[in-house]
């Protein structure tokens, strides 16, 4: 009879803790490439992003948040919650000899995968991992229960052949580990990221615990390769040149409420790098616009491949109790990898097919990253501020706008509080590094608000940058010499005022080399490579708009 008893209670135990679980949000990340901070519909684009767009209506987009200006670094602090230094990847997945910059994530910076797998979720990840290319390192091994995608920092979008054609640099394609070579012309990358996370979520179905999937898009990162009925959609969209859709995109953007009038005004003054459209060739047009008209076809067909996740949480039965973050990993790149001589990209077909490797180049991102100053890998606004969409029905309210300012390592807390996930002080026999962001729940739910003073740090080849309030110091490598903006007022960072506040620029210069110090930032002169990753400027910036 006591043992039938036991029997029931255990019974009854087990079922109410699956009960429990049921109840935990599901999660899913989206992060796509290389994406400006106008390119969506919701915060000022002539692009069509319904789907992302609706998450904004129905919930919450943030004004200021940011990513490490550059994909791996990125990636890093996303899945640690830690500054990307502190998890390995100060530089690159390349290793550079020193534990900040060894090039894969190391065993103290758990990922988001570890952490709630722990907190029994199963965890998905379909697209760009580029965090780790050594096998134990890949995401099998690093927390994920599925994974499909690739490995590196970026793949030709219909195979997976070597990118460059002055040295080998094969793309690892892989479905959990192993490693995968799908014909030439057999499929379409983006849409193969959607098909497998929609093919994680049906297998996940018939286990009964919460979902995290970590959607990462490449797109719309180069190689500018798209399908032909996307192409076509915007024919003749970009034929009016980047002056005018600049200034299309600043007149939205003050609609919407993101800036306001005086720094539309501000911002509408054209880098001095980039060309005056009606000075172009008619053979000059035709390249440029192509290029355009190409990369809005690539961030369309993630957004209907977003549509297409969402709409498999929905059949499912899941789309109440999820919870839906959005964001970019950088902002649009200025570097021409067609172009790099012997490190150029294989270009042998026309712009958008199969054989191009052209990239949108500096003078469309500086229509993707509107109303910003630069442009990727740079630590001005254009290369590290990025949109921010939450949605989560009946708990975020619908239609919010908020300042937000918030960092990549806010995430990993604010999943952890969200799926009720405890973050270990010991993981594997290692003692795990303390997370140094905040949970973003209060200001995702409206339950505590948000106005948050605390400085945030960048570095990156030498880029630095901290930010506290509204004052943000910077400087550009291979100068050292710091830049003060105000960026309430000046958030396009127009006008320096480093020299009229001198006290100002010694205190948050101390702020960051004591963050540099904390987080093991070595001086970029004794670490770079021989063969940097990106080309760097021609001459030191000055708080001029060169660069």
Not at 477 to 491: F, G, T
Request: with cysteine; hydrophobic share 35%.
């Amino acid at each position: 009879m006591n043992y039938l008893k036991i029997l029931i209670a255990l019974t009854l135990l087990t079922g109410q803790q699956a009960l429990a679980q049921s109840r935990k949000p599901n999660i899913i990340l989206i992060l796509v490439d290389d994406m400006g901070y106008s390119d969506l519909g919701a915060y000022g684009s002539e692009i069509r992003t319904p789907h992302i767009d609706r998450l904004a209506r129905e919930g919450l987009k943030l004004k200021e948040f940011y990513n490490n200006s550059i994909c791996a670094p990125t990636r890093a602090s996303l899945i640690t919650g830690q500054y990307a230094h502190k998890a390995g990847i100060g530089y690159f997945d390349v290793n550079l000899g020193q534990p900040a910059y060894q090039g894969f994530l190391n065993r103290e910076s758990l990922t988001f995968g570890e952490v709630l797998r722990e907190a029994g979720y199963s965890t998905l990840l379909s697209g760009k991992w580029h965090v780790g290319k050594d096998s134990l390192s890949w995401p099998k091994q690093r927390g994920f229960d599925r994974f499909y995608g690739i490995l590196g920092g970026g793949a030709n979008y219909f195979d997976a052949g070597p990118l460059a054609t002055g040295r080998p640099s094969p793309v690892t394609l892989l479905e959990d580990n192993l490693r995968i070579r799908p014909e030439p012309g057999s499929y379409y990358f983006t849409d193969e990221i959607t098909r497998h996370a929609v093919q994680f979520l049906d297998e996940q179905q018939k286990e009964d615990r919460p979902f995290f999937l970590y959607l990462a898009y490449t797109a719309p990162h180069w190689p500018l390769q798209a399908l032909p009925e996307d192409i076509a959609r915007y024919r003749g969209r970009y034929d009016a040149g980047w002056d005018a859709i600049r200034k299309e995109r600043l007149a939205r953007q003050v609609q919407l409420g993101i800036i306001s009038p005086e720094q539309a005004k501000a911002a509408a003054e054209r880098d001095a790098e980039i060309p005056d459209w009606d000075n172009l060739t008619f053979e000059e047009k035709q390249l440029w616009k192509a290029k355009m008209e190409v990369y809005a076809a690539m961030l369309d067909r993630a957004d209907q491949g977003i549509g297409t996740v969402l709409e498999k949480v929905r059949q499912l039965k899941k789309d109440d109790n999820t919870l839906v973050l959005f964001l970019s990993d950088n902002g649009a790149p200025a570097e021409d990898v067609a172009h790099w001589g012997n490190r150029a990209g294989r270009n042998t077909g026309p712009v958008g097919t199969a054989g191009s490797f052209e990239a949108q180049g500096k003078n469309w991102s500086y229509v993707s990253n509107t109303p910003f100053r630069s442009f990727k890998s740079f630590a001005y606004e254009g290369g590290i501020r990025t949109p921010f969409v939450a949605w989560f029905p009946g708990k975020i309210p619908a239609g919010r706008l908020e300042r937000g300012t918030g960092h990549l390592i806010d995430i990993a807390p604010t999943l952890y509080e969200v799926a009720g996930a405890k973050y270990p002080l010991d993981f594997q026999g290692k003692r795990t590094n303390t997370l140094p962001g905040k949970s973003l729940t209060g200001l995702l739910f409206g339950s505590g608000g948000w106005n948050d003073q605390r400085p945030l740090f960048w570095e990156w080849a030498g880029n630095r940058a901290v930010r506290r309030g509204k004052w943000k110091l910077v400087s550009i490598y291979p100068s050292y010499q710091w830049e003060l903006y105000d960026l309430d007022q000046d958030p396009g960072e127009t006008r320096n005022v480093a020299q009229r506040n001198s006290n100002l620029v010694d205190e948050l210069s101390l702020l960051y080399f004591q963050w540099a110090k904390e987080n093991d930032v070595v001086d970029y002169d004794k670490i770079k490579p021989k063969q940097p990753l990106l080309p760097v400027p021609k001459k030191p910036a000055t708080g001029s708009r060169n660069f």
